[in-house]
């Protein structure tokens, strides 16, 4: 299989990343918790992405926990200088699996520490205040404390750009009010479109939007539309879907996420396919006819 076209890129904390990347979440074991299976198969996944031209990976020290970062340090370190690692604070694990908001000071502070621990580096590339106000969307709130002590860790050097998750549009203006905001995370796809506006204006802005739950996530897309221009296409419904993602808008960046190699060749295949403005338009119908009036 053909590398990545090294042309197909996007600045990402002052760096060149190629548009698609790598989501490293389902390298931890059943529900992100605990540890692979296969261990070596994770290994092998993390290797094989960059062998193919990835230079973006996503993750965070509270897959697992702890266990994800761990596989990514034995996989790649010393990692290569192209290599933009963004993981994210805000959370931790329960004992039975939940995630808990972590959003004190303290808690931040913990996660970036353990982030660089379990890594192997000094300093993180990039780092996501995850909003955990609501678990499973955005919700309003002031986050001035939480990107305030980011903001120190970041003056103390231990992390060099920052991001956020799970944020609304006017939690993104309050935190560049703070700081430079390198990157926006949160759940975005073909049929899950209430940030349309927050794409447009990142975009405007040199921002990179990255979306969680490309393909639906625990609930993947289905689409009769999907599944006929992803026949005609000759690809399959999450490669056309993935596709129309890096289409939608030049800012967005792709980090789907698989612990099998055959997957993972599947989705980095997707930048090959060039719908036509005609499927695209059929494609962008379909999210707009979900949306809510």
């Known amino acids: 299989m053909p590398q990545l076209d090294p ?12 548009r698609l990347g790598y989501g490293a979440m389902q390298l931890a074991g059943p529900g992100v918790f605990g540890p692979p299976k296969d261990r070596a198969a994770a290994v092998a996944v993390l290797r094989e992405a960059l062998a193919l ?3 973006h990976i996503d993750t965070s020290d509270f897959y697992g926990p702890h266990i994800t970062n761990q ?14 690692i963004v993981t994210k604070v805000g959370a931790v694990r329960g004992s039975d699996g939940a995630w ?8 931040i502070a913990r996660g970036v520490h353990d982030n660089l621990r379990n890594l192997g580096l000094d300093t993180l ?8 106000k609501d678990v499973h969307a955005p919700s309003e709130g002031s986050i001035e404390r939480q990107i305030t002590a980011l903001a120190e860790l970041q003056r103390q050097g231990l992390v060099r750009h920052i991001g956020l998750s799970n944020v609304t549009a006017a939690q993104v203006a309050e935190a560049q009010r703070i700081t430079a905001i390198a990157c926006v995370q949160n759940h975005y796809n073909l049929v899950h479109r209430a ?6 204006s990142l975009a405007e802005q040199a921002i990179a939007y990255v979306p969680f739950f490309p393909l639906g996530g625990f609930t ?3 689409s009769s539309v999907l599944a006929r221009l992803a026949e005609s296409a000759g690809a399959t419904p999450m490669q056309l879907a993935l596709a129309w993602l890096l289409h939608r808008a030049p800012n967005i960046l792709l980090i789907p996420g698989t612990s099998s190699l055959a997957h993972l060749r599947e989705n980095l295949k997707v930048a090959q396919w060039h719908p036509s403005e005609e499927a695209l338009a059929e494609l962008d119908a379909i999210g707009q006819s979900r949306a809510p009036a």
């Open 125 to 132: 590339d990039v780092v996501n205040m995850r909003i955990m």
């Open 7 to 18: 042309e197909h890129t996007f600045y990402l904390a002052g760096r060149p990343v190629r």
């Open 220 to 222: 993947p897309i289905q």
């Open 195 to 200: 940030d349309d506006a927050l794409v447009d």
């Open 71 to 84: 596989i990514i340090r034995e996989a790649l370190h010393p990692y290569p200088d192209d290599l933009v």
């Open 100 to 107: 808990l908001p972590a959003a004190e000071p303290a808690d």
């Open 53 to 55: 031209g990835v230079n």
